[in-house]
């Protein structure tokens, strides 16, 4: 048995993070923006896409794995049990660094050192926002 301690909000639900995990410094929430794309630079918008927000989030408990597992409760599929190889499943995760823009706030979320370089912001920011791409992105982040 595995015990999820995310979830995600049910739509119109709102929260505020900073009450809700007032004390708990390691826990967060995600603005999920899911199924759309990035423009090419120089100005870059993420067009097409929905948001879903997941909430009690623990930075100790959170990888990559996490991620996934939030996309398929969304209803997308799994890339890594497909039976053919379908770039097309490939999901590119990026996170904006909070005020920061989409010109140059913008990293990869890819591997555990993508999430240690996320974690240092949860301590001052309850609330991270994700972004993601689908079969390929149009961002430099991974390449960087």
């Known amino acids: 048995m595995v015990f999820v301690m995310w979830h995600i909000r049910p739509k119109h639900e709102v929260v505020n993070v900073s009450t809700v995990y007032a004390g708990a410094p390691t826990w967060f929430s995600i603005k999920l923006n899911h199924g759309g794309k ?46 053919f190889a379908d770039e097309s499943l490939i999901i590119y995760y990026h996170f904006r660094i909070p005020n920061g823009d989409f010109q140059f706030g913008l990293r990869a979320l890819g591997n555990d050192h993508d999430v240690i370089n996320l974690s240092k912001y949860i301590v001052h920011n309850n609330l991270i926002e994700v972004y993601t791409e689908h079969g390929k992105t149009n961002l430099l982040t991974y390449f960087m």
């Open 38 to 83: 990035f423009t090419k630079l120089p100005n870059i918008k993420y067009i097409g896409g929905k948001v879903r927000y997941v909430d009690s989030v623990d930075i100790n408990e959170f990888s990559m794995h996490e991620l996934d597992a939030m996309m398929l409760d969304l209803g997308y599929p799994d890339p890594w049990n497909s039976k």
